[in-house]
């Protein structure tokens, strides 16, 4: 049989040979065969996996978008895996470069068969292929479930993405289904029965008619009447710069201030002799070196330990060595020799420093533990630091803790009061509320002007991704939290910004351009 088909005329095709030979290691002429009209594109076997593939290449882009748009809150997912395995690593980013390898991966083999079947030839995936596309399978299914479980905020932010990126991903939708064309009608036209035709092309022209109208219902706040854009979000470096700087150091809050950030966050807690200090974590293993100055004490608690003990501990060292942020560019000569001779920082030098740039301040109060000395002083504590140590100007100042409010404000009036979460604005503004410091996740561009026309104005946190960003001061936002104020500081008007009109232009040259390469395919 094989010496019969190698007697048969022979035509060099050097493009199919090396289509079939990647997707089917079929590299010899004699060991491929044509779909003739009317036959069906491959055995049942290949016709029962084909599907499979598609599902590999759909969750695969799924996981992909979902895992690239999710950069804004990378740092938050690798602190969760050091808390949980007790060394730094960014497992965000090697998430972020599996997804893109295995989708990549994916997407060649669907070219691969979409271009077989274009030349009219018979589709069989070997079977090393076949184990890969299990694997991209499973790996895109479980990292989705396990994202659903452990991650829930997540699909808020993947629902937030789509208002700047759906008209985007509409064209890009739009251009599959260009490409599709070609073998949907190489198929329907070989098809020798009217009702296969209708099975291959009736699928296509209703997944078309869908996507030709579902801008209808697309809404973005980013698209918008020239002349109707609110101003620029403030910016707040959240822990100072900590993408150039340790975090919570005197380095960081000063790099904030040298790229025009507008206000300062930080967190506060009590050591046992009663200084407030700045530290984010319940102990001091990550941005310290504990290890190496007290190493029977790593897993104490912060605030048991005295302030002559804090004060031999190094606060910058662990920056260089674990970079903790995805993207971070090196730093000079000169910031590296800084970086490393950052020590922990009291509330009181924090405060003093904003108040000479004159920069707001928002911190959050952490209460020391049981049988700490000032577990029940330490409002009073935090107070007197504020109005007698520092005596920073007190409307620079943005109260967030709820536990005491009304005590505060009859010891302290003249704070901007914050509250941090979403309440009646009868509620509110009972309590002398001015502003509101909300997750992003909880960005509403309808709630942002309810609470405005009460002149209550929003903070969101953390918003460090550009995108994000520019949805924000679409949505009208005040100011934003962020770990990037060097990035964000240099957008001069919001991404994805345009009119209706010049949307409705894109929307519809997109369709007509579309639909008349589809007919002229079709129709050739």
């Known amino acids: 049989v094989v010496r019969r088909r190698l007697l048969q005329r022979y035509e060099h095709q050097p493009f199919i040979s090396c289509l079939a030979g990647f997707y089917s290691c079929r590299w010899k002429r004699y060991q491929r ?4 009209p009317g036959k069906c ?7 029962m996996f084909f599907p499979l593939l598609v599902a ?15 950069k804004n809150d990378y740092n ?4 969760y895996n050091y808390g949980n395995l007790g060394f730094w690593f960014l497992w965000s980013l090697v998430i972020l470069i599996v997804a893109a390898v295995l989708f990549a991966y994916i997407s060649l083999l669907l070219v691969l068969a979409m271009c077989l079947l274009a030349e009219g030839q018979q589709l069989y995936l070997h079977w090393s292929h076949k184990i890969g596309t299990f694997l991209v399978l499973g790996f895109s299914i479980s990292s989705l479930f396990a994202l659903s479980i452990l991650w829930r905020d997540h699909r808020k932010t993947v629902r937030l993405s789509f208002q700047v990126t759906a008209p985007y991903l509409h064209i890009g939708a739009i251009a599959i289904m260009v490409l599709l064309a070609w073998p949907v009608a190489l198929h329907a036209i070989r098809a020798d029965k009217k009702v296969t035709q209708v099975i291959i092309v009736g699928p296509y022209v209703a997944i078309l008619l869908f996507l030709f ?3 209808l219902g697309m809404y973005s706040p980013c698209i918008r ?5 609110g101003p620029k979000p403030a910016l707040i470096g959240h822990r100072g710069a900590p993408m150039l700087a340790p975090e919570n150091t005197e380095m960081s809050f000063l ?3 040298e790229h025009g950030g507008d206000g300062l966050e930080t967190d506060v807690a009590i050591s046992y002799d009663g200084v407030p200090f700045l530290m984010h974590d319940d102990n001091l293993r990550r941005t310290t070196n504990i290890q190496e100055v007290y190493p029977n004490d790593t897993g104490k608690a912060a605030s048991f330990f005295s302030w002559d003990a804090l004060q031999k501990l190094n606060a910058g060292t662990w920056f260089l060595k674990n970079k903790p942020f995805v993207g971070m560019g090196s730093l000079s000569k000169a910031d590296q020799n800084q970086a490393m001779n950052q020590s922990i920082y009291t509330l009181s030098s924090f405060l003093r420093l904003a108040d000479s740039h004159n920069k707001l301040v928002i911190f959050d109060l952490y209460r020391p533990p049981e049988k700490h000395p000032y577990r029940n002083l330490w409002i009073r504590k935090i107070l007197d630091v504020i109005l007698k140590e520092s005596k920073i100007k007190r409307h620079l100042v943005l109260w967030l803790h709820n536990g005491v409010r009304s005590f505060v404000q009859s010891v302290a009036p003249g704070f901007q009061h914050t509250m941090g979460r ?3 604005i009868e509620d509110l503004l009972k309590h002398n509320i001015v502003k509101l410091n909300l997750v992003y996740t909880d960005m509403s561009s309808e709630d942002i002007r309810k609470y405005a026309e009460a002149n209550i104005t929003t903070n969101f946190y953390v918003v460090n991704e550009p995108w994000l960003y520019s949805l924000a001061w679409c949505s009208g936002a005040h100011s934003v939290t962020t770990n990037a104020v060097h990035l964000l500081k240099d957008l001069s008007q919001p991404l994805f910004l345009m009119t209706p009109q010049q949307y409705n232009i894109m929307w519809i040259l997109t369709d007509l351009t579309s639909a008349f390469l589809i007919s002229l395919i079709f129709a050739l």
């Open 255 to 257: 790099k904030t201030i």
């Open 225 to 229: 009447e020239m002349g109707t854009l």
């Open 33 to 36: 065969e044509r779909t003739e």
């Open 422 to 424: 979403k309440a009646p």
């Open 76 to 79: 938050g997912f690798d602190w």
């Open 213 to 215: 109208l579902i801008p």
């Open 41 to 47: 594109c491959c055995s049942m076997r290949e016709c």
């Open 56 to 70: 590999a290449f759909c969750f695969s882009l799924v996981f992909l978008y979902t895992w690239g748009e999710g």
